[in-house]
């Protein structure tokens, strides 16, 4: 399983960008996917997390701010950013597991099966 992130870029805060993870080797209607991000000399953290069945989770800091979906016919999963703000600044990860993370584990990086190589996002003043 591959994944492939692409999207990220310069924006003003308050502005918006749409991430996307191209999937290939497998179906995404198999696996939980997320979107971590990692901000410059800090550990990473989860953002927001998909289930199969649909279901979501996202940290406080990007609730009612950012939305995470998926096409299955595209084996895509995204993840809308509106109201950027400086601190959203970061190398966003997209990841898979098997669809086993808990919402009590979902936001542990090591649960993750696959990774992909990261966009980054960088939102000016």
């Known amino acids: 399983v591959q994944l492939q992130a692409s999207g990220g870029g310069l924006v003003q805060a308050g502005g918006s960008l749409r991430l996307a993870c191209v999937v290939s080797?497998?179906?995404?209607?198999?696996?939980?996917m997320a979107w971590f991000r990692q901000a410059p000399g800090k550990e990473r953290e989860i953002a927001a997390r998909?289930?199969?069945?649909?279901?979501?989770r996202y940290v406080d800091s990007v609730k009612h701010r950012f939305a995470i979906s998926r096409d299955v016919s595209k084996n895509t999963v995204y993840l809308q950013m509106n109201s950027l703000k400086p601190e959203d600044t970061a190398v966003y990860y997209c990841?898979?597991?098997?669809?086993?993370?808990?919402?009590?584990?979902?936001?542990?990086?090591?649960?993750?099966?696959?990774w992909g190589q990261g966009t980054l996002v960088t939102v000016s003043s």
């Open positions: 080797g497998d179906t995404i209607s198999k696996y939980g």
């Open positions: 990841a898979a597991d098997k669809d086993r993370a808990s919402v009590w584990s979902f936001g542990t990086p090591s649960n993750y099966d696959y």
């Open positions: 998909i289930w199969s069945g649909s279901s979501t």
